[in-house]
Each structure stands twice: as structure tokens, then as C-alpha cells.
């Protein structure tokens, strides 16, 4: 299993209505995209120091890397990265993604 972690940074304007339109947009693609399964969002609730101005995650579990592969190419993730983009300080520069394989020790 992949498990797809995304950090990031929104604008201070973007408002929690956008937000959450996001989180729905992303949630959808399980619908149309085969191998991906729970998709989770959260705020930073850390109390370590270490967040480096990422406030906002999700992460998106896929069966494995081939899914993974295939939603990162698909047209409708293409469509809602571009909305989550759009929304960060910075744009790229307000997302970090790390890929996690829970299948290798």
C-alpha cells in the first residue's frame, strides 16, 4: 500500500468554503480512480515546532504504486491539483507531497 501525504500552506484569503470544495473534489476521484481507497484531512495538530508554516494536510491511501501512478496522470486529479495550487501561498511552493510505501519495512 502508498500512502500519498500532502502538506500545505493555503493563501490567508482562501476561504474554509474553498477548502472544503477542495477536500470534496479530491475525495470524489476514489469514485473514478481504481486502487484508491480512504482519503483523509486534517489541520496541523502538532505541538512540535517543525511544521514550517504547513497548516493543512491529507493523505490518500492507494492499493499500490500502479494506482498511485495512474491518479497522478488522471485528468480529473490534474483538474483539482490545479484548484489546490491555485489556493496555496505561493502556489507549489505551499505543498509538499512524500510518498510513504507501508508494504516495505
Do not use: W
Amino acid at each position: 500500500m502508498i500512502r500519498h501525504c500532502v502538506f500545505v500552506r493555503f493563501r490567508s484569503d482562501v476561504p474554509d468554503s474553498e477548502r472544503a470544495a477542495i477536500h470534496t473534489d479530491l475525495e470524489t476521484l476514489r469514485s473514478v480512480i481504481d486502487g484508491m481507497d480512504t482519503v483523509q484531512f486534517s489541520v496541523n495538530v502538532s505541538p512540535e515546532p517543525f511544521a514550517r508554516g504547513f497548516s493543512h494536510g491529507f493523505t490518500i491511501d492507494f492499493r499500490d504504486a500502479a494506482a498511485r501512478d495512474a491518479y497522478l496522470v488522471h485528468e480529473a486529479h490534474q483538474r483539482a491539483g490545479a484548484r489546490l495550487v491555485a489556493a496555496l501561498e505561493g502556489g507549489t511552493d505551499g505543498l509538499m507531497v512524500f510518498d510513504l510505501d507501508l508494504t516495505k519495512k
